[in-house]
């Protein structure tokens, strides 16, 4: 089916270990975002890109790390895992301005 | 002061009831303006746009106050599967990033 999915769906790690969090879409959207949820804070952009090749810092990008080499993929690296990363992640692509989400991972770092 | 702010509720409206939520936001220069629906910490799904002029989507009304910015959304007649987080959602003014409020619960009792 096309859309975009998330993995993996959940995912325990320890402090100071990097992790991936990928996405991939099929609907060839040229914007791609990634958000964190936790209670109290919402949805928080940590960052964006308008195009492969392309990407900008949101609200909250420290600690992380994006790349964008093919439209349909793009992965969120934290680079060094910290206890306050523990969150939800989603991710989304956009036509006309509109999102479209991932079923988000829940990441737990212990 | 945010950039979206949503009362977080909960709004506990028993079925049948008619229930309003308003949303400010403090950039007087935003251009689009959104409605997301979240079910239990699952994604978030577009809900319906907002247009100056208003707009309806069955029972679902959507409006824009330009003047003293803030956006409405107006449920009638509550179903049991209304019950969910509603986020109110901005685009800040030439920008491609969209802002999210932290959402407001509503729960329809029997």
């Known amino acids: 089916d096309a859309g975009i999915t998330q993995s993996p769906r959940y995912k325990i790690t320890e402090t100071g270990r990097q992790v991936t969090l990928m996405c991939h879409q099929t609907w060839s959207h040229s914007y791609m975002f990634w958000y964190r949820q936790d209670l109290g804070h919402g949805l928080r952009l940590i960052y964006y890109s308008a195009a492969a090749d392309i990407t900008d810092k949101g609200e909250v990008p420290d600690g992380y790390v994006v790349s964008r080499s093919k439209t349909e993929n793009f992965p969120l690296t934290l680079e060094s895992a910290t206890r306050s990363q523990t969150s939800v992640y989603f991710c989304?692509?956009?036509?006309?301005?509109?999102?479209?989400f991932g079923s988000g991972t829940q990441l737990s770092v212990l | 002061r945010k950039e979206v702010e949503q009362d977080p509720g909960p709004f506990n409206v028993p079925e049948g009831a008619t229930v309003a939520f308003n949303c400010t936001y403090s950039n007087s220069a935003s251009q689009s303006f959104f409605w997301y629906r979240q079910d239990c910490r699952k994604e978030p799904k577009l809900l319906m746009s907002?247009?100056?002029s208003g707009n309806e989507d069955g029972r679902f009304t959507a409006q824009l106050n330009r003047a003293s910015q803030y956006i409405s959304l107006l449920i009638r007649d509550s179903k049991l599967s209304d019950s969910a987080t509603y986020l109110c959602?901005?685009?800040?003014?030439?920008?491609?990033?969209?802002?999210f409020g932290t959402g407001t619960r509503l729960q329809v009792f029997p």
């Open positions: 959602v901005v685009t800040p003014y030439n920008t491609d990033k969209l802002i």
């Open positions: 907002v247009y100056s």
């Open positions: 989304a692509s956009s036509e006309s301005g509109k999102l479209f």
